[in-house]
């Protein structure tokens, strides 16, 4: 059973689904809507935080040819140019201290997505205790060698990418000499149809690469990853917002802080309610087993009494015989008295 440390948290099949909140670009620009967004993650009980650490010249390049803009008919960032959208979208690196400190402060595991080598100096020298691949940078095998190498866990979104794409990248990562891998299923659209999640795939996740799975959603609401959790996702992140309805890139598919407070609780619940492959009655059920029906005494007795419908019936609690023999004593005779509220037993008839 494979686990991987992250700061004081163990991700693995034994352990709470490990949310991680992804701020993105839902700041606004604004520091201090950044740092109320830290504090509602930590107020829904959420483990982790997660940033995007990239510049626009460092993601792309200011030129505005067609293959530089998004398609027009993207529902949400149709026409954009992707240095304008980078712009706006991006977190200063001046903040990151203030965020990882703010983080600290409430006791949230922080770390990020970079996005270049100078994103990864940067997240260092904050101590950065993992590194997110992005579903987009799975193929750019030097930076996930760069990231690997540093010795931290990673945690790789495979939205795209092909079965021969992520072996590639968790081969780079292991060649590197870092085997903390954390592998999240992921569908790369925004927002994406929770028809297209293909949450099966999860397990095959986890046995094909060997490592922990999780799921990186982008669907509304938080059915999906409950499910995911069923399927054994191992770590959840979603994208979070202070309110939907002030906009941001990334807002349109984002939790608010009451919805992420309800994800950190519901994935809860569906881990614990996991249990193991068998069947039979739990602990749990100990008290409503006992009261459970059998075959009783209804009526005061009398040596010689036959046993009939009128004197004897299938009520609870349990402690008589099974309901099911009641046509094998039907028509017998009582070897003594028994008053009424006697448990039937094969000695009595």
């Known amino acids: 059973m494979r686990e991987v440390r992250i700061g004081k948290h163990t991700i693995g099949p034994g352990h709470r689904p490990f949310v991680i909140a992804e701020m993105s670009g839902n700041h606004n620009g604004d520091l201090d809507r950044a740092l109320a967004i830290v504090d509602a993650v930590a107020a829904s009980g959420a483990q982790a935080l997660k940033l995007q650490t990239y510049r626009a010249d460092t993601i792309t390049i200011d030129v505005d040819l067609p293959a530089f803009r998004i398609s ?107 085997d903390q891998l954390i592998v999240l299923g992921c569908t790369a659209s925004y927002p994406a149809p929770p028809e297209d999640s293909n949450l099966r795939g999860i397990p095959l996740l986890a046995d094909t690469f060997d490592v922990v799975p999780g799921l990186s959603d982008h669907t509304m609401g938080i059915g999906v990853p409950v499910a995911a959790v069923a399927l054994g996702a191992c770590a959840i992140e979603k994208h979070v917002t202070l309110a939907r309805s002030d906009g941001g890139v990334d807002s349109d598919f984002s939790l608010e802080p009451a919805e992420l407070a309800a994800l950190v609780v519901e994935t809860e619940r569906a881990w614990q309610a996991l249990g193991a492959p068998r069947l039979g009655p739990r602990e749990s059920e100990r008290e409503v087993l006992r009261l459970r029906r059998s075959l009783y005494v209804v009526e005061d007795v009398r040596a010689g009494d036959e046993v009939t419908t009128s004197n004897v019936r299938s009520i609870r609690p349990s402690g008589g015989l099974p309901p099911a023999d009641l046509g094998t004593v039907l028509g017998r005779h009582f070897r003594g008295g028994a008053p009424k509220g006697t448990p039937l037993t094969w000695d009595l008839i």
């Open 72 to 178: 027009d008919d993207h529902s949400l960032w149709g026409g954009e140019n992707l240095y304008r959208l980078y712009e706006k979208a991006h977190t200063p690196w001046g903040w990151h201290e203030q965020i990882f400190r703010r983080a600290h402060d409430h006791g949230l595991t922080v770390f990020s997505s970079p996005f270049d080598p100078t994103a990864v100096d940067l997240l260092e020298s904050l101590d950065a205790p993992a590194y997110k691949i992005a579903s987009a940078e799975i193929v750019d095998l030097p930076l996930v060698e760069l990231c690997a190498r540093t010795g931290k866990p990673l945690v790789i979104s495979t939205g795209m990418a092909t079965v021969a794409e992520i072996h590639a990248a968790v081969t780079t990562a292991r060649a590197a000499g870092n």
